[in-house]
């Protein structure tokens, strides 16, 4: 049969590239943008990653390219976390590399970064200057004097860094690449920042917003796939919070799956697992009830559910093989701190292992300190169950992202019934600021989306 068209023939249409042929363009354009810019390029280039789209991996990428073409770089990074996470990555994937861990005087590095050779840790910058690469974080940074800057920069985690920090280490590099994910948790201020509302300088907006403000030139890269979130997730995180910088999962349906060797027991919780292990989400719902912050019955359910995972004895299959959920798979996530203390405390008393140092561990956090991690399943309590308002800080788009976007296989959220109604009655009422420009979506309508999706795998407790 001849493939030529008739007439009147609409043409074949375009069959999309692959997760990994898109992700591949997309790092290419990104380190030709960086390590060979055009003449008159922009001295910045900004990259939008959603969760688990491989901003690491591109981290490090550039970093070898900066060094292969002959520059000395600096990386910088928001906690000593994240920059002792970098420096091990770095110094295992290039070992090539002569890598500087710049700290605090009154500090040490993670054991992660001490036991590599090609790693030097010093609290002076003039130990480490000679070195391929110098990573600390901006806190530290901004008390370094150097004469002669450094020509490339990295800023990872770009979009936890406020602009104010920005400012105090731009005076140490020409040109940087600039990564983060603009979904996270906004940066940190324990001030009013009404007064700079809507300002281009608004020292409390994110290094990344105010970057874009003064250099409209700049035209934001993103990374267009999730390697971490499955299929049965991707779609839903992407809708709710990242509406103007889609992606998909670099797996599809059915590739990743949840087996179990221990058969259900009828009990909610044992449906509650088995539909997270088929769909990918589950709804373990209490009944309505205003309740204190760290309300007793959703802690144990929350405790329940994690002791059950592993009493079930489940194993992840994914396009990386097969492996048994151990504890250290596994992550809670909670809005407050003294939630996530109740949490650990009751999984202590149910005979379940919180304390890493001890081996594997179940992770008990807060989503600000669950930025950036990856787990088989997570477990969430729900930032609205059992309150009798809906303030910002529990609405905050960042804070439900975060903690719907930390797994491979799936998530399970705890809440209790009414929060729906409990949305309804409490509308966004957020002022309007002038000169504020929009860039995530209403935490409100991100919270009724992704309601709307978990009350088709909703399991019913008590």
């Not at 996470?85 to 710049?102: F, M, N, Q, S, Y």
């Not at 910058?125 to 370094?144: C, E, N, P």
């Not at 004895?313 to 093989?321: I, K, M, P, V, Y």
Request: glycine residues 8%; contains cysteine.
């Amino acid at each position: 049969m001849s493939s030529e068209q008739g007439p009147g023939t609409a043409p074949a249409p375009a069959q999309a590239p692959s997760p990994g042929a898109a992700a591949d363009a997309a790092v290419a354009r990104i380190l030709e943008a960086t390590v060979r810019p055009a003449p008159g390029a922009p001295r910045g280039v900004v990259v939008d990653s959603p969760p688990g789209a491989g901003k690491s991996t591109l981290v490090v990428r550039a970093a070898r390219e900066l060094v292969d073409s002959g520059e000395r770089l600096m990386i910088v990074a928001q906690t000593n976390g994240q920059v002792d996470d970098l420096v091990d990555r770095l110094a295992e994937k290039a070992p090539e590399l002569t890598i500087g861990r710049l700290h605090a005087a009154d500090s040490r590095p993670g054991p992660e970064v001490l036991r590599h050779a090609n790693v030097t840790p010093s609290d002076k910058v003039a130990d480490l200057v000679g070195l391929d690469v110098v990573i600390s974080t901006a806190a530290k940074w901004q008390w370094v004097k150097a004469e002669a800057p450094w020509r490339h920069a990295i800023v990872d985690e770009a979009y936890q860094m406020r602009s104010d920090a920005l400012l105090a280490v731009a005076r140490l590099f020409e040109r940087a690449l600039f990564v983060g994910d603009p979904g996270q948790l906004d940066p940190f201020t324990v001030v009013g920042t009404e007064q700079w509302a809507g300002l281009s300088y608004d020292p409390s907006s994110s290094a990344v917003v105010t970057l874009l403000a003064h250099n409209p030139q700049i035209e934001p890269h993103r990374l267009p796939v999730s390697w971490r979130l499955p299929a049965s997730a991707a779609p839903l995180i992407s809708d709710a919070f990242y509406p103007f910088t889609p992606f998909r999962s670099g797996t599809g349906p059915g590739e990743r799956r949840l087996t179990a060797s221990v058969r259900p027991d009828g009990s909610a919780l044992d449906a509650a697992i088995d539909r997270a292990a088929d769909h990918g989400w589950a709804l373990l719902e209490l009944p309505p009830r205003h309740t204190v912050r760290t309300d007793p019955q959703a802690v144990a359910a929350v405790a329940a559910t994690v002791r059950r995972l592993l009493e079930r004895g489940l194993t992840a299959h994914s396009e990386q093989g097969s492996a048994p959920l151990t504890p250290g798979r596994i992550a809670v996530g909670t809005a407050h701190r003294d939630q996530a203390a109740a949490v650990r405390a009751a999984l202590v008393r149910a005979g379940v292992p919180v304390d890493p140092s001890a081996g594997p561990a179940v992770t008990v956090d807060t989503a600000n300190r669950l930025q950036g991690r990856e787990y088989d399943v997570t477990v969430v309590l729900h930032p609205l169950s059992g309150r009798p308002d809906a303030t910002a800080f529990h609405l905050e788009t960042g804070r439900l992202c975060v903690l719907a976007s930390r797994h491979r296989h799936a998530c399970i959220v705890v809440a209790r019934a009414g929060i729906a109604e409990l949305l309804d009655e409490h509308p966004s009422t957020e002022p309007v600021q002038l000169g504020v420009s929009v860039a995530f979506p209403d935490g409100w309508e991100a919270n009724h989306q992704v309601l709307q999706h978990l009350s088709g795998h909703r399991v019913r407790l008590g």
